[in-house]
């Protein structure tokens, strides 16, 4: 399996969750862009992030708003972080053959919070953290040296930013600033952290 693009991250606290992405397009060595999302929300209360291919990514993306719209119409409630998470699993399998290059993480605040971490073939897991990408493991190291179950929100988005930052500073396919949606029982809402440029 090819390492894919990007570091994308996912805290699960008591309280909430929290997702974080950097900025950076890469393809062949080359940077396209520094100011690329890599984390979406999708209903007011579910968000997902994604390391990997930009073709994937926002194809996925687009079919996740229109199912969970779907979803909504039908049902009259907007879809669930763990329905959504299952509903991906289902539509990455359906591509086996010829699979998306992206991992995901998709991330919510249902009755209480909830992290979900998808393959590019659909393998379903519930974390209380994860990173994705060619940053995961940089990313990784500091997160299980710092992550508590009990930290609050303000805490993890700290924590995410971080870690972030961490693989930004050793991984030449992240970089450029972190994007962050923090997740709770009164909604998404998002945030930008820039890095400040060295003389």
């Known amino acids: 399996m090819e390492v894919l693009p990007g570091t994308v991250i996912g805290i699960r606290t008591v309280d909430g969750v929290v997702l974080a ?3 950076r397009l890469t393809y ?3 940077v396209l862009s520094k100011n690329v999302k890599k984390i979406f929300p999708v209903t007011d209360r579910v968000a997902v992030g994604f390391a990997g291919l930009a073709g994937d990514i926002n194809y996925l993306y ?3 708003r229109v199912e969970a719209k779907l979803y909504e119409l039908e049902h009259g409630r907007e ?3 763990r329905s ?3 509903l991906l699993s289902v539509i990455l399998y359906s591509y086996k053959l010829f699979p998306m290059l992206t991992e995901v993480v998709v991330g919510g605040f249902d009755e209480g919070p909830g992290l979900y971490v998808l393959d590019p073939v659909g393998s379903l ?3 209380k953290y994860a990173a994705l990408g060619s940053g995961s493991q940089l990313a990784l190291g500091i997160i299980e040296q710092n992550y508590k179950e009990d930290m609050s929100v303000e805490d993890a988005k700290n924590l995410a930013v971080k870690a972030i930052l961490e693989a930004i500073e ?5 970089g450029d600033g972190v994007d962050l949606l923090i997740l709770t ?4 809402r998002s945030e930008e952290h820039l890095i400040a440029r060295r003389a």
């Open 62 to 64: 687009r079919i996740l």
């Open 79 to 81: 879809i669930r972080a």
């Open 185 to 188: 029982r009164e909604g998404v």
């Open 125 to 127: 897991i519930e974390e």
């Open 170 to 174: 050793r991984d030449v396919l992240s």
């Open 28 to 30: 062949d060595g080359f």
């Open 21 to 23: 992405g950097e900025k």
């Open 84 to 86: 959504l998470a299952k």
